[in-house]
T-cell receptor, first 111, second 109 residues
Framework: DTAVSQTPKYLVTQMGNDKSIKCEQN?????MYWYKQDSKKFLKIMFS???????INETVPNRFSPKSPDKAHLNLHINSLELGDSAVYFC??????????FGPGTRLTVL | GIQVEQSPPDLILQEGANSTLRCNFS?????LQWFHQNPWGQLINLFY???GTKQNGRLSATTVATERYSLLYISSSQTTDSGVYFC???????????FGSGTRLQVQP
């Protein structure tokens, strides 16, 4: 009965590779988000989708491309991975402006 | 965009002690949330509280929107309360949360 789930939980890969992280929510929410938590624990918004439409696209390298196939899913594809992409990536969802619920995070390590 | 500041940055308590964590924000908010990030990295929702007061067990929170601050109270702290507490807010017209830098709490037995 997980509300917001992410796969994989851990991802270890080499520089230059392409990888994807998947997120699913079963809360019936209309908005989904990707946040990045860096090594100093600072959390920052990357993208937000509302009803499959991109509404927030922060200053993120265009190697990062989100995709929302439907309201319940939001995926993040990263091309040409760099060392600085190592972080924990959190997916979240909300209904309108009400409280956001976060997934368990995906710890990405780029070697 | 909105700025969110938390204090104190670090806090060490003995088990059973009470504490107050503060969050100041720079603009009117339509969403304010408190989270606990446990030692395993999970972000746990504590409160959705853009205004008013809420209580949940040993935890309570108050947001005074007109004065642009929120407080999180932890009473009778337990070792399982250890971790990082984040305040996050979004201003009018923007749904994404801006996070503070967190308060790292360590509760010692």
């Amino acid at each position: 009965d997980t509300a917001v789930s992410q796969t994989p939980k851990y991802l270890v890969t080499q520089m230059g590779n392409d990888k994807s992280i998947k997120c699913e929510q079963n809360l019936g929410h209309d908005t989904m988000y990707w946040y990045k938590q860096d090594s100093k624990k600072f959390l920052k918004i990357m993208f937000s989708y509302n009803n499959k439409e991109l509404i927030i696209n922060e200053t993120v390298p265009n190697r990062f491309s989100p995709k929302s196939p439907d309201k319940a899913h939001l995926n993040l594809h990263i091309n040409s991975l760099e060392l600085g992409d190592s972080a924990v990536y959190f997916c979240a969802s909300s209904q309108g402006n009400r409280g956001q619920f976060f997934g368990p995070g995906t710890r990405l390590t780029v070697l | 965009g909105i700025q969110v500041e938390q204090s104190p940055p670090d806090l060490i308590l003995q088990e059973g002690a009470n504490s107050t964590l503060r969050c100041n924000f720079s603009d009117s908010v339509n969403n304010l949330q408190w989270f606990h990030q446990n030692p395993w990295g999970q972000l746990i929702n504590l409160f959705y509280i853009p205004s008013g007061t809420k209580q949940n067990g040993r935890l309570s929170a108050t947001t005074v929107a007109t004065e642009r601050y929120s407080l999180l109270y932890i009473s009778s702290s337990q070792t399982t309360d250890s971790g990082v507490y984040f305040c996050a807010a979004s201003d009018t017209g923007r749904r994404a949360l801006t996070f503070g830098s967190g308060t790292r709490l360590q509760v010692q037995p």
